[in-house]
């Protein structure tokens, strides 16, 4: 009986853990924000290296979980100062004006085994449209410091610059943006506290 009871408690003790609801903090050294467009007959890649933000799971019914995402227009990097500096100007991002674009998320809908389509809020330069990621969980575990529990992410989308007042050079780039996002994200996993020592016995 007392098996069984043991048995029981762990079961139960494995279903709330399970069903545990939990933010993750995204790690900005381990994810960035990068794009893709056409540059006259090649394409043109680039990244952000700063993206922040959280993401609240619930692995008992992921269709619950919410993101919300900054990123920081200032850590674009081409390997190119003057197109750098030019694509911080009001041509493109305008960065001093808009210091970052920002994600806020609706709805999570399962598309297949650990993929959703999440649809959000995402806001470049003052202006927000509806946009829908497709993300792909890569899977929960320890982290490497004691304590530490990560979730890893990829999500991938197809805008149109001009949406979001980027016009410049027609001509020159491809009006459509494909966005791909890899993303770390980590809590700090609260230790039970220890034992108080048994008093002594006078």
């Known amino acids: 009986m007392k098996r069984l009871l043991a048995l029981f408690a762990t079961l139960s003790l494995l279903v709330a853990t399970r069903a545990e609801v939990v933010t993750y903090k995204i790690d900005p050294v381990h ?72 994600f806020k998320s609706k709805s999570w809908k399962k598309a297949g085994s650990g993929t959703f389509d999440v649809t959000g809020g995402l806001t470049i330069k003052g202006i927000t449209k509806e946009v829908v ?8 575990g320890a982290g490497m410091r004691p304590g530490t529990m990560l979730s890893g992410w990829e999500a991938t989308t197809v805008l149109n610059r001009n949406d979001f007042g980027v016009s410049y050079g027609p001509k020159i780039l491809g009006e459509d943006v494909t966005v791909n996002i890899a993303i770390e994200a980590g809590y700090k996993k609260e230790q039970p506290a220890p034992a108080a020592a048994p008093a002594k016995q006078g």
């Open 31 to 102: 994810s960035s924000t990068g794009f893709s467009v056409r540059h006259l007959f090649s394409k043109f890649t680039s990244s952000f290296t700063k993206t922040t933000g959280t993401i609240t799971v619930d692995q008992a019914n992921m269709e619950n979980n919410t993101v919300e995402a900054t990123v920081e227009i200032a850590s674009l990097g081409t390997a190119n100062a003057d197109r750098d500096k030019h694509l911080q100007s009001p041509d493109f991002f305008d960065g001093a004006k808009f210091p970052t674009a920002t």
């Open 133 to 140: 990621l497709k993300v792909t969980s890569l899977g929960f």
